[in-house]
């Protein structure tokens, strides 16, 4: 319910964001202090579901109990050096950012100051690519709960820690700042070193938008079905994790979505190719759809590279609508995204298993850690 809650806040506090806001009037002063609409709105949201990811509870997404006991093993350690030295001995090649960043948190906090913190780290930046490039921002706050996003976030943290320093590097590679982008990129790779996929973005720009590349589109995406089982064992020759297991068919619907997200821009061509931030989401997409057919023949963890590119569908959306002219057209767009990430969540998130609903505070339902150690184990 509490989902919901959020989604029906997003649309009807919507027209808070293009109002200018008065927060006292006197007889002596017409107006005491204003502020922008947009800011009042993005920080009531922002606190909303950071407070929402921060205070669950540890029953709450599928790897949050797991993180818990990496978390107890840190907090056991007063060294840096020595907890470093117990992680080589389970791990060939951890990631560095995360552990020294979880190491940190346990000097100051229990489990509970960690999942509130990370929460922190993570929906402050998404928040604010959404403020900073959306054009319909209740939009891209309902499609990042609708497509998995925000629940996502509640289970893979260190992968959401990568997204976020992501979101900081695309942003540098629109000021064209390559340093900047590239310190980016290596904080995002110490926390998950999937984050690698992310790299070519900066000159992703650089490629025109015209007939050329639609055929190519084309040809990149039945290309990557022709190749999808060399570059698979590729994965398997190169990975630590025996991808066995096919992604759930709501997988294969998004991909669905993600064509047809595809086909529209190409008939927005006209709108998009003057607009450097839409002409790159644009490109994003279309790597969306080259990646699909390699990485959905393995398990969900290696399906999770492809949400380095996928998660900008949030901007994409709400600017694509509003590049329409046609306001009809407009609406349907803006309905098409709606109706689609609706159906996604209800089937893949409500009813699948991300382990996210009903949602628990950490408060609410007593957790027998016991239970928790025996499914944490069966994991390793």
Known sequence: MIYFVILFLAYFLAPLSKKRIVFSQNNFTSKVGTAKGKLVYFYFFTFILICICGLRSVKIGLDTPQYYFLFRDASKFENLIDFISHIKKDKEHPEWGYIVYEWGLSLFGNYNFFLFSTAILTILPLMWLIYKYSKIPWLSIALFILFGYFT????ALRQAIA???CFFAFHYSLQNKLLKYLLCMVLAFLFHQTAIVFFPIYWIKKIPLNRKVLFATIALIVFSFIIR??????????SRTDYTEHIAAGGFRMYITMLLVIVIGFLSMKEIKDDELNKKLFYMMIVCAFLW?????????????????????????????????LKLRK??????????????FITQVMYGESNVYPYNFNWEVPVNLNTLQHSWEEKK
């Open 152 to 155: 996502f976030y509640m289970s």
């Open 293 to 325: 057919p390699i990485l959905s023949i393995g398990s969900p963890a290696l399906y999770r590279l492809y949400y380095y590119y996928h998660i900008f569908i949030i901007l994409f959306s709400a600017n694509l609508a509003m590049s329409i002219k």
């Open 331 to 344: 609406n349907i767009v803006v309905l098409f995204f709606v109706l689609i990430g609706s159906a996604y």
């Open 163 to 165: 997204l976020a320093f």
């Open 229 to 238: 089982d060399y570059i698979y064992m590729l994965f398997l020759s190169v």
